[in-house]
């Protein structure tokens, strides 16, 4: 059975941090997932076709990894991909306590899914898309935070 991981989260925008965290998932696994969630109830900065542009060009390279949407529950969107991992990149402790929280939830709602924490690298910690988000509000330059292939526009 193939192992395929999936990268949930909003992506608005993608910062270097999340692409570091799929670039070092890919050896892991035979296929990653980066599922942009679709929340009609939130608002967002970029619009999806945008994010998923982004996310496109920033994995391009990469055939093990696919970018696709999904409203709902993650675990819903796992188990309709046959996907056994739920990949979460955490940048502090307090990213631990909230995404470990979700995982045992998932976890009673999908025994047969694990998710995986893999910590952000030193250099990638402080970065946030709410952060870039901000910088970008007040007209600041996020460029050295989000990958070389998201062009702001």
Same mark, same amino acid.
């Given at each position: 059975m193939p192992r395929i991981a999936v990268f949930p989260g909003s992506f608005d925008p993608v910062t270097k941090g999340h692409e570091?965290?799929?670039l070092r998932a890919i050896p892991l696994f035979d296929s990653v997932i980066v599922a942009?969630?679709?929340?009609?109830?939130k608002s967002y900065m970029f619009p999806l076709e945008k994010r998923? !542009?982004?996310?496109?060009?920033?994995?391009a390279a990469h055939k093990q990894v696919q970018v696709e949407e999904?409203? @709902?529950?993650?675990?819903?969107?796992?188990? =309709?991909?046959?996907? %056994?991992? #739920?990949?979460? %990149?955490?940048?502090?402790p %307090?990213?631990? !306590?909230? !995404?470990?929280?979700?995982?045992?939830?998932?976890?009673?709602?999908?025994p047969?899914? !694990?998710?995986?924490?893999?910590?952000?690298?030193p250099e990638h910690?402080? #970065?946030?898309s709410t952060i870039v988000r901000d910088i970008?509000?007040?007209? %600041?330059?996020? @460029?050295?935070?989000?990958?070389? =292939?998201v062009v702001l526009k």
């Amino acid at each position: 059975m193939p192992r395929i991981a999936v990268f949930p989260g909003s992506f608005d925008p993608v910062t270097k941090g999340h692409e570091s965290i799929v670039l070092r998932a890919i050896p892991l696994f035979d296929s990653v997932i980066v599922a942009i969630g679709n929340n009609s109830s939130k608002s967002y900065m970029f619009p999806l076709e945008k994010r998923k !542009e982004w996310l496109r060009q920033t994995f391009a390279a990469h055939k093990q990894v696919q970018v696709e949407e999904y409203s @709902g529950l993650t675990v819903d969107f796992c188990k =309709s991909k046959s996907a %056994g991992y #739920i990949l979460r %990149g955490i940048r502090t402790p %307090g990213d631990y !306590e909230f !995404e470990s929280n979700i995982a045992q939830m998932n976890k009673m709602m999908q025994p047969s899914l !694990e998710t995986i924490f893999m910590l952000t690298l030193p250099e990638h910690t402080a #970065i946030s898309s709410t952060i870039v988000r901000d910088i970008l509000k007040h007209g %600041g330059d996020a @460029g050295q935070f989000i990958p070389s =292939s998201v062009v702001l526009k």
